[in-house]
């Protein structure tokens, strides 16, 4: 394998603080595709130039290629060298042109970096270093030229031959080859290069553009998929329009194509001109995609088609600048969203997230800033810090500014940088520039790594109340010691009385370790409502009780404060019940059915309002978590809800039952009611829920209802249980993107036996750990369901060490992302931190393990 290295070997750790510019600027290059998946010939042409005065030589990054012929201004070279992997090719001038020839083998590449083959297609995937897999480059991302590339390639297998830019030529060559000639005209990075050769078809569209030209679309896929297309159509169309409206930003050439893949390491590529999609976010219909996929097909379109301008115009100077263009696009793409349909429960979502996702990283030994000072491996830093944290300190600078100084912001960064590479000082002094803020101490965001805390403790004298603010930050890696940060927080405070807001909703800039605010003449008791809309990405504590929650998750005016309202009562009871093995749920029980029976309620929102809080984020509430412990609470506190409410919830889902499919706000909420209260109704242990929730599998005209009642299933006892998984194995045999499901399903079931029956899935005739998404349906699934992994026998934790052992030798960059559920060791009980921790040992020590691996799992281990 070409980037393994064994654990003895020392690392290269790449540092921020080393960056220099560029030696050798490439303004133009040429690349001509001889394409065959056993033998591509690639043939490169580069115009290189001096970058300053300097008498290096050029340098060219290469991964596992061997140079067929280099040529210096036409002439065969011989003074080139290898440095390891890399070209050195010493040179005289301050210009020449150099011409480099390889032959790469893209169906044996197994890594899905550089060129490969998918499903009988040829596709690319170069961000962040795959470029140097297919040809000698300064692959870096200030680097930038301008493209044209030829592609030549045998025409039944591959009609179609597509590349960024815009379409030049095309023609017939000899012996049944064909060929296509695509010119980029916007100079740009290396792994922004793109191409994909295959038997595709396309939905087309079109878009007039705000200065009124037409730019031409197409969705390409195998022909089979063709009707599972129109909804990305539709996503793509629409996000053109809001970039437009929103921002601004106008589309710039004349095609723009999406082509889809099934085997695809990360979710979707903002290849310019040219974006290559994870076909899971792409494929959609109603009876193999779910209202989930739907929504994320839609943010995902949209969040690479906002990357034309936060991260293609304007690219990163260096890869630790990644969330200049990654947390800015996700800003984006989370506002599209929120702008199509319910912005509260879409904020809900993000959040929910973010807890998942990125808070548990932050606190645990692959902590990192939001702008990184160094890495082994790249790839390791496509995190939920980088892009998710990243979105929210946007989302801050929004808050801070204001919607209309932030516009003013990113129209002066979008003017002066585009064409650029960029930094994330950049943008922050884009906006101060702008707005006239001084955000000085807030880039504290961009360095700081872990989740702030707050401790607000409102009390009140009369008629004056006093709310009382610390703030602290947790030492991280490398990082001991914190500075206090700049926190928006909105507060509000409620009559307990009247239900009355008591003032407007306050903007404070929480900036010291300590603050107080003061509230004067106050006529009631007040009840605070803190951190609204989670205006900072923090933890909050605060002293109020189960009764100030509950009165809020009923009377705040904010969607998310109530959400959250709610939230904490149900997390003070079932940390209470998993630290004295019981505690009491009738408040719970009382705010649930409060807000099940509120006609004024969007039900999505209510839907999401009414879950209980999941095992791990109970489990993040604690010192040492307890798996079996934190399941047991919750389980009894599902039932008694389920018991208590029957009635509530046999209402809400006799409302929705007989619905038709319809992808709309209203549709959507309604489904996910619906199986939000089929849970309850079998949490109860009512005799009929089975059955209730196999003829919802039956009789469902759509995925959603349908996965949600073998989700159901999945987890319960009833022969009914198997009847199902095997249905849904028939009906959808040969369909991937739906077999995931049926493997995440039954990898995330809260039954006794699922770490043996996830084993027993690993050796199924459809499992290959050769697809990522099938990879992380099982592998990846199976290790967040905390109770089935961390089964004090340690077998979930061998498990996944096998396979991700055995992934690594395929593709380190998957393999590595599975990693973080191992690395949290030092959350749990000393027997199982031991398990975990030998289990990490034993990945290290594996021989040619690759760095990807190598960096996360030693890191884990600290
Ligand atoms: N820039 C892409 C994410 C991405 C990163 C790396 C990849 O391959 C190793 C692929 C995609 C995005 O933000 O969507
Ligand atoms: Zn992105």
């Known amino acids: 394998m070409a980037d393994a290295q064994t654990a003895t070997q020392a690392p290269t750790i790449t540092r921020r603080e080393d960056y220099r510019e560029p030696d050798w600027r490439v303004p133009e290059i040429a690349l001509d595709f001889d394409l065959d998946p056993a033998a591509t010939r690639v043939r490169a042409t580069l115009q290189v130039e001096r970058n300053g005065v300097h008498d290096r030589p050029l340098v060219l990054d290469g991964d596992a290629l061997v140079p067929v012929s280099v040529l210096v201004d036409g002439v065969e070279a011989t003074?080139?060298?290898?440095?390891?992997?890399?070209?050195v090719i010493p040179l005289t001038g301050s210009a020449h042109r150099i011409d480099t020839e390889v032959v790469i083998a893209p169906e044996r590449n197994t890594q899905l970096q550089g060129l490969y083959a998918s499903q009988g297609m040829l596709c690319t995937q170069c961000e962040a270093e795959g470029f140097r897999r297919i040809t000698f480059f300064p692959d870096r991302p200030d680097v930038l030229s301008r493209y044209k590339v030829r592609m030549t390639a045998d025409k039944a297998r591959f009609p179609v031959l597509l590349a960024n830019g815009d379409p030049i030529a095309q023609g017939e060559g000899a012996d049944g080859r064909h060929w296509a000639e695509w010119h980029?005209?916007?100079?740009?990075?290396?792994?922004?290069?793109?191409?994909?050769?295959?038997?595709?078809?396309?939905?087309?569209?079109?878009?007039?553009?705000?200065?009124?030209?037409?730019?031409?679309?197409?969705?390409?896929?195998?022909?089979?998929?063709?009707?599972?297309?129109?909804?990305?159509?539709?996503?793509?169309?629409l996000s053109m329009a809001w970039d437009e409206q929103?921002?601004?930003?106008?589309?710039?050439?004349?095609?723009?194509?999406i082509v889809a893949v099934d085997d695809f390491n990360f979710g979707a590529m903002e290849n310019k001109g040219l974006n290559v999609f994870n076909s899971r976010y792409i494929l959609a219909d109603p009876d193999t995609a779910t209202d989930y996929d739907y929504d994320a097909i839609a943010a995902v379109v949209a969040h690479e088609y906002f990357h034309n301008w936060s991260g293609n115009r304007v690219t990163c100077r260096d890869w630790f600048q990644l969330s200049l263009k990654e947390g800015f696009t996700v800003f984006r793409d989370?506002?599209?969203?929120?702008?199509?349909?319910s912005a509260a429960v879409k904020r809900i979502e993000d959040v929910r997230g973010l807890r998942a996702s990125q808070f548990p990283e932050d606190s645990g030994p692959l902590a990192h800033p939001v702008r990184p000072d160094e890495y082994i491996e790249i790839s390791n830093f496509y995190t939920a810090t980088i892009y998710n944290k990243g979105?929210?300190?946007?989302?801050?600078?929004?808050?801070?500014?204001?919607?209309?100084?932030?516009?003013?912001?990113?129209?002066?960064?979008?003017?002066?940088?585009?064409?650029?590479?960029?930094?994330?000082?950049?943008?922050?002094?884009?906006?101060?520039?702008?707005?006239?803020?001084?955000?000085?101490?807030?880039?504290?965001?961009?360095?700081?790594?872990?989740?702030?805390?707050?401790?607000?403790?409102?009390?009140?004298?009369?008629?004056?109340?006093?709310?009382?603010?610390?703030q602290s930050v947790p030492p991280t890696p490398g990082q001991p010691v914190k500075e206090p940060m700049v926190l928006p927080l909105k507060i509000k405070l409620f009559g307990s009385f009247t239900g009355r807001a008591m003032c407007d909703e306050q903007l404070m800039l929480f900036k010291d370790d300590a603050a107080e605010m003061v509230f004067e003449n106050l006529s009631e008791t007040p009840v605070l409502s803190i951190n609204r809309g989670f205006s900072a990405p923090i933890i909050v504590e605060t002293n109020r009780t189960a009764a100030d929650l509950a009165f809020l998750s009923a009377h705040d005016d904010d969607p998310f404060a109530r959400y959250e309202a709610m939230q904490q009562l149900m997390l003070d009871t079932l940390v209470a019940s998993v630290a004295s093995g019981s505690a009491d749920h009738q408040p719970v029980i009382d705010a649930v059915r409060n807000t099940l029976t509120d006609g004024a309620l969007d039900p999505a929102f209510i839907a999401e309002a009414v879950l209980l809080p999941s095992d791990s984020f109970i489990g993040d509430q604690m010192a040492v978590v307890d798996p079996e412990a934190i399941f047991r609470a919750r389980e009894s506190l599902r039932?008694?809800?389920?018991?208590?409410?029957?009635?509530?919830?046999?209402?809400?889902?006799?409302?929705?039952?007989?619905?038709?499919?319809?992808?709309?706000?209203?549709?959507?909420?309604?489904?996910?009611?619906?199986?939000?209260?089929?849970?309850?109704i079998a949490a109860s242990g009512a005799a009929d829920a089975a059955a209730l929730a196999y003829a919802q599998f039956e009789g469902a005209d759509n995925m959603t209802d349908r996965q949600g009642a073998l989700t159901t299933l999945a987890s319960g006892t009833s022969p009914l249980r198997e009847q199902a998984i095997e249905a849904f194995y028939q009906r959808y045999a040969g369909n991937g993107l739906v077999l995931d499901k049926w493997f995440q399903t039954q990898a995330l079931s809260s039954r006794d036996d699922?770490?043996?029956?996830?084993?027993?899935?690993?050796?199924?005739?459809?499992?290959?750990?050769?697809?990522?998404?099938?990879?992380?349906?099982?592998?990846?699934?199976?290790?967040?369901?905390?109770?089935?992994?961390?089964?004090?026998?340690?077998?979930?934790?061998?498990?996944?060490?096998?396979?991700?052992?055995?992934?690594d030798r395929l593709n380190p960059q998957t393999a590595a992302k599975l990693i973080p559920p191992l690395g949290r060791w030092k959350r749990f009980d000393a027997a199982r931190a031991a398990r975990m921790r030998a289990e990490l040992e034993r990945i290290v020590a594996t021989p040619g393990l690759s760095k990807d691996m190598f960096e996360q799992a030693t890191k884990s281990l600290d």
């Not at 003074?79 to 070209?87: E, T």
């Not at 989370?334 to 349909?341: K, L, N, P, T, Y």
């Open 79 to 87: 003074g080139w060298s290898m440095d390891g992997p890399n070209l």
């Open 184 to 237: 980029d005209p916007f100079p740009k990075p290396s792994y922004l290069f793109a191409l994909v050769a295959g038997d595709l078809v396309a939905n087309r569209g079109s878009f007039t553009t705000l200065s009124g030209r037409t730019v031409e679309l197409g969705i390409w896929v195998r022909s089979p998929d063709l009707a599972k297309t129109d909804h990305a159509l539709h996503a793509l169309k």
């Open 246 to 257: 929103v921002y601004g930003r106008e589309y710039d050439l004349d095609v723009f194509n």
């Open 334 to 341: 989370q506002s599209f969203s929120a702008d199509q349909g």
């Open 391 to 470: 979105a929210e300190v946007i989302r801050m600078i929004h808050t801070i500014l204001g919607p209309d100084k932030f516009r003013a912001g990113t129209d002066l960064y979008f003017q002066r940088f585009d064409g650029t590479a960029a930094t994330c000082e950049d943008f922050v002094a884009s906006m101060e520039e702008a707005s006239g803020a001084d955000l000085s101490q807030f880039r504290r965001w961009y360095t700081q790594a872990g989740t702030p805390r707050v401790s607000a403790t409102l009390t009140q004298e009369g008629g004056r109340a006093r709310l009382s603010l610390r």
């Open 639 to 680: 039932r008694d809800l389920g018991m208590a409410l029957n009635a509530e919830w046999r209402a809400a889902y006799d409302a929705v039952r007989a619905n038709r499919f319809e992808y709309s706000p209203t549709g959507k909420g309604a489904r996910r009611i619906k199986t939000v209260a089929l849970g309850y």
């Open 754 to 807: 699922t770490a043996q029956r996830v084993e027993a899935l690993a050796q199924h005739r459809d499992f290959t750990l050769a697809n990522p998404n099938r990879a992380r349906a099982l592998i990846g699934a199976f290790a967040v369901n905390q109770r089935a992994f961390h089964d004090i026998s340690g077998r979930g934790y061998r498990f996944v060490a096998d396979q991700l052992i055995a992934l």
